[in-house]
């Protein structure tokens, strides 16, 4: 088979297991809990892909930090959370409407490519990420978000189900993946690690004989 070929089947398989969705993980880090009034400093997504064993892997990687949008909320509890520091002088960050804009360019073009017609939000605790995500979306007025509207894959769900736990860190224990908790709550750090996460437990399903492609 052709490398050509081959990357057509993968992309089918990809299709083929999610309906048409691509799955994206996406990990925001923020200045509070409201969707609506509060921050985001900072966003990950990581895009999958199937391989021709009909395996999930991570495919790329996108993440930047974020000016927080004028006018909005910053709790101190979350800076002491996080340990983000959104006014340091040597931050990198640009503005939350250019950044939005360029990672959903790189989900679309992901979409396109895996002959997928939309992304699910894949997250831990997903019901948070992607109510920033949509809030973000509509704030600037962005016309082609990528991500379903409402559905999306939850891995505290998933893990509680897999491995006992919904805490990140302890899930990812649970599934023998290395976590550092020093590196905790940066979107990048949390964004790759739930992806390791969410394709380890729909991998063992596979294995296990839950889907066969």
């Given at each position: 088979?052709?490398?050509?070929?081959?990357?057509?089947?993968?992309?089918?398989?990809?299709?083929?297991?999610?309906?048409?969705?691509?799955?994206?993980?996406?990990?925001?880090?923020?200045?509070?809990?409201?969707?609506?009034?509060?921050?985001?400093?900072?966003?990950?997504?990581?895009?999958?892909?199937?391989?021709?064993?009909?395996?999930?892997?991570?495919?790329?990687?996108?993440?930047?930090?974020?000016?927080?949008?004028?006018?909005?909320?910053?709790?101190?509890?979350?800076?002491?959370?996080?340990?983000?520091?959104?006014?340091?002088?040597?931050?990198?960050?640009?503005?939350?409407?250019?950044?939005?804009?360029?990672?959903?360019?790189?989900?679309?073009?992901?979409?396109?490519?895996?002959?997928?017609?939309?992304?699910?939000?894949v997250?831990?605790?997903?019901?948070?990420?992607?109510?920033?995500?949509?809030?973000?979306?509509?704030?600037?007025?962005?016309?082609?978000?990528?991500?379903?509207?409402?559905?999306?894959?939850?891995?505290?769900?998933?893990?509680?189900l897999?491995?006992?736990?919904?805490?990140?860190?302890?899930?990812?224990?649970a599934?023998?993946?290395?976590?550092?908790?020093?590196?905790?709550?940066?979107?990048?750090?949390?964004?790759?690690?739930?992806?390791?996460?969410f394709?380890?437990?729909?991998?063992?399903?596979?294995?296990?004989?839950?889907?066969?492609?």
């Amino acid at each position: 088979m052709t490398d050509l070929n081959a990357e057509a089947l993968n992309a089918s398989l990809m299709a083929d297991r999610f309906r048409t969705y691509l799955p994206v993980v996406v990990d925001v880090e923020t200045g509070g809990f409201n969707a609506s009034t509060d921050a985001i400093l900072e966003v990950a997504a990581v895009v999958l892909a199937m391989n021709s064993d009909g395996m999930l892997e991570i495919e790329q990687s996108f993440f930047h930090r974020i000016v927080p949008f004028e006018g909005s909320n910053i709790e101190e509890s979350a800076l002491k959370f996080t340990g983000i520091d959104p006014f340091h002088p040597l931050r990198i960050a640009k503005s939350e409407k250019e950044v939005f804009q360029a990672m959903f360019k790189v989900i679309r073009e992901s979409m396109k490519q895996q002959t997928c017609k939309r992304a699910i939000l894949v997250g831990h605790n997903a019901h948070f990420d992607h109510g920033f995500i949509r809030a973000a979306s509509e704030r600037h007025n962005l016309k082609r978000n990528p991500f379903h509207p409402f559905s999306s894959f939850d891995t505290a769900s998933l893990s509680g189900l897999a491995y006992g736990q919904t805490v990140l860190s302890r899930a990812c224990a649970a599934a023998n993946i290395e976590f550092d908790e020093n590196e905790a709550h940066s979107a990048r750090y949390d964004a790759e690690k739930t992806a390791e996460l969410f394709c380890g437990i729909v991998n063992k399903w596979k294995e296990l004989g839950g889907w066969v492609s």
